[in-house]
């Protein structure tokens, strides 16, 4: 492995960000930055939104948007909290 994977993973994150599920009506998501910059939240927000905004948690596609949703703040370093509205045990489920 590279000094520069190494690196790369031992870096705090840089931009904190909350994803709530609001409920069955639309909009059904908000994405808020805890902490970071407000651009970086943005710019995430907006790539966010394009992949969620229609899918509530119980419809197949949204596990793989999900997925996606997590591997671009992986990508980014950002650190990323989903609130679905249920318990950790119900959300392995969906």
């Known amino acids: 492995m590279s000094d520069i994977a ?11 960000i909350r994803i709530i599920y609001l409920g069955p009506v639309a909009p059904h998501w908000e ?5 970071g ?6 710019e995430f927000r907006r790539r966010t939104n394009a ?14 948007n999900r997925e996606r949703v997590v591997r671009d703040a992986e990508r980014e370093n950002y650190e990323l909290h989903w ?3 249920m ?3 119900d959300e392995e489920d969906l």
Request: hydrophobic share 35%.
């Open 6 to 16: 190494t690196e790369a993973e031992q870096l705090p994150p840089e931009v904190g």
């Open 31 to 35: 994405i808020a930055g805890i902490y």
């Open 37 to 42: 910059e407000e651009a970086a939240v943005e």
């Open 51 to 64: 992949r969620l905004q229609l899918l509530p948690p119980h419809d197949p596609q949204f596990r793989r």
């Open 83 to 85: 609130d679905l509205g």
């Open 87 to 89: 318990p950790e045990e």
